[in-house]
Every structure is written in C-alpha cells, then in structure tokens.
C-alpha cells in the first residue's frame, strides 16, 4: 500500500483553495484541478510499504497541540500550481515530529525539507502568483494516516488512521 501523512482541511479552506483554483484559470493557466476532496498538506510521505501498524505505532508516540493554519499565496512550482499555508512554527515542528517519529520507528519515508503546501492543479500551462487568498484560517486538531488508491487514472486518497491533538485545558470565564 502507498501511505502518506497528512493535514486534511476544513470544508472552508477548501472553499478558498477552490476559489483560488478559479482564480488562476481567470488568469489563463490551464492545467489538470486536483479535485477538492484530495487537496491536503503533505507531512511525510512514506510511498509503498506492507503494512500501516508500524506508522500507527510511530503516530501514537506524537503528542501535539491543536494549532492554526491559515492560507497565503497561490503560485505555479514547476508544472504545478501550489497553495501556501502560513509558515509557523507550529506547522514546522507538527512535520518535524512526525518525521522524528518515523525515523525512530525505522520507517523510510521521503527526507526531501519539508515545503508545506496544498497542490491545486497539475500539469500546468502558464505562470502565475495570486495575492493571498480570502482569509481562511482553521484549527488543525488531527493528523492523517492517508492511503493514496490509484485506479482506472485516479488517485482517491483514504484516511486509515488519525491522532488527535492534546486537549487544551478549559479557559475558565
Ligand atoms: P498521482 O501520483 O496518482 O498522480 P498524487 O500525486 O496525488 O497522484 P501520490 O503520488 O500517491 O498521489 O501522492 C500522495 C501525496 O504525497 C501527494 O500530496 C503528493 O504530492 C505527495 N508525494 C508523492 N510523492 C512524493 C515524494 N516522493 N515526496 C514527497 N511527497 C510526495
Ligand atoms: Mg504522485
């Protein structure tokens, strides 16, 4: 099976990955959609491997704290069109640690620096870099085990696990 870990967005953050997909194609870039169910920020990806429990194993040594993501700017990479999260530190250490998790682990898993972004369309025709797009912002509560499924030239991506954040202790009014 080919895994990968990975953020999942809010249904409104794939509203305005959606809108910035319009965007571009106003702008005359053509290109192949990534349809909005599979849009994502890759963490680790891991590729194939004969069973998931080792990476379960690995996430369940991950303890973290719910975090923000929000959206800035949209931009062609290559022949790809590429959506860029808010780098914080919180985006960067939740990769770090799954990374770490996995090399304790001794599961292989792709070493090239963590980029975050959401990919919105591929084999791109055309250059362009959108402002930042409508404000979104969501709270990111859990991390994905994601099995990407290839069949008949599409890639449907099926969460098998996920690891919630740490509660927040309760604010007290
Ligand atoms: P397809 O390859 O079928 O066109 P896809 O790229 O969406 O579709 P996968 O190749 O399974 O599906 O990739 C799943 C996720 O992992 C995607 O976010 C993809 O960009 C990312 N990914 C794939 N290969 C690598 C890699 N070698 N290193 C880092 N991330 C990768
Ligand atoms: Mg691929």
Redesign the pocket.
Known sequence: M?L?I?LRLSEEMIQSAVSAVQKAKEKGIGGKP?PAD?M?V?LA?I?ETDSPQPVISALQSITFRPFRLSLDTAFTVRDMLWLKPESTPELTQTAESVRSALSRAGIPY?R?PFRPHI?LM?RVRGTVHLQPVPETEMTVTKISL?Q?V?SDGK?I?REIYSVNAAEMPKQHE
């Open positions: 080919r990968f990975a990534v599979n994502h890759t990806f590729g792709d090239k990919t591929r994601m990407s290839s890639t991506y």
